[in-house]
T-cell receptor
Framework: EPEVTQTPSHQVTQMGQEVILRCVPI?????FYWYRQILGQKVEFLVSFYNNEISEKSEIFDDQFSVERPDGSNFTLKIRSTKLEDSAMYFC?????????????FGEGSRLTVL | DAKTTQPTSMDCAEGRAANLPCNHSTISGNEYVYWYRQIHSQGPQYIIHGLKNNETNEMASLIITEDRKSSTLILPHATLRDTAVYYC?????????????FGKGTHLIIQP
């Protein structure tokens, strides 16, 4: 069964460092998403991406965050200068279609620890 | 904020049907009810969704009341691997908002 894969599974970084989290969505999917989950809290939407541009973003997704699809397979989330509060599990998701025919498939997540 | 209300936690005996309720009294006509689950900090997993008719797939059944203000997810024969947090999500149809809004969900514990 096709799946969304994420790397790294766990990254530890120092505050102020740049971090890039990588995702390989399901190959024929067209819509891509990042979510995060701080330990013990809710899963929160960050951003959605379609046709090489951001289609929606939440208040969390400020100027420190950026997303990119640098080639035909990878989808990345960059945090420019990490803060302690960026420590969380980051989930990538993809879907074939949008709206209510678009079931989201989530990856297993990348755990980011900022020291 | 999430537009749904779910119990914080529930227990169910292994092999029995698990019935998870969800209230969504402010749901509008073009909003679907989705269910996802999250097993121990793994990525959320889609279970089922519906608009107004009852739905069934290989994982679960979804029963939506006639007024659409509440729904029940049914896992017909719960196993220990069904222990997870179950999220009931209301999602607008088509265009505009793409992001799913997760609430706190129901922590379902399957007891051996």
């Amino acid at each position: 069964e096709p799946e969304v894969t994420q790397t790294p599974s766990h990254q530890v970084t120092q505050m102020g460092q740049e971090v890039i989290l990588r995702c390989v969505p399901i190959s024929n999917h067209l819509y891509f998403y990042w979510y995060r989950q701080i330990l013990g809290q809710k899963v929160e939407f960050l951003v959605s991406f379609y046709n090489n541009e951001i289609s929606e973003k939440s208040e969390i997704f400020d100027d420190q965050f950026s997303v990119e699809r640098p080639d035909g397979s990878n989808f990345t989330l960059k945090i420019r200068s990490t803060k302690l509060e960026d420590s969380a599990m980051y989930f990538c998701a993809s879907s074939l279609t949008r709206g209510n025919t678009g079931e989201l498939f989530f990856g297993e997540g990348s755990r980011l620890t900022v020291l | 904020d999430a537009k749904t209300t779910q119990p914080t936690s529930m227990d169910c005996a292994e092999g029995r049907a698990a019935n998870l309720p969800c209230n969504h009294s402010t749901i509008s006509g073009n909003e679907y009810v989705y269910w996802y689950r999250q097993i121990h900090s793994q990525g959320p997993q889609y279970i089922i969704h519906g608009l107004k008719n009852n739905e069934t797939n290989e994982m679960a059944s979804l029963i939506i009341t006639e007024d659409r203000k509440s729904s029940t997810l049914i896992l017909p024969h719960a196993t220990l691997r069904d222990t997870a947090v179950y999220y009931c999500i209301v999602r607008v149809d088509g265009g505009g908002a793409d992001g799913l809004t997760f609430g706190k969900g129901t922590h379902l514990i399957i007891q051996p």
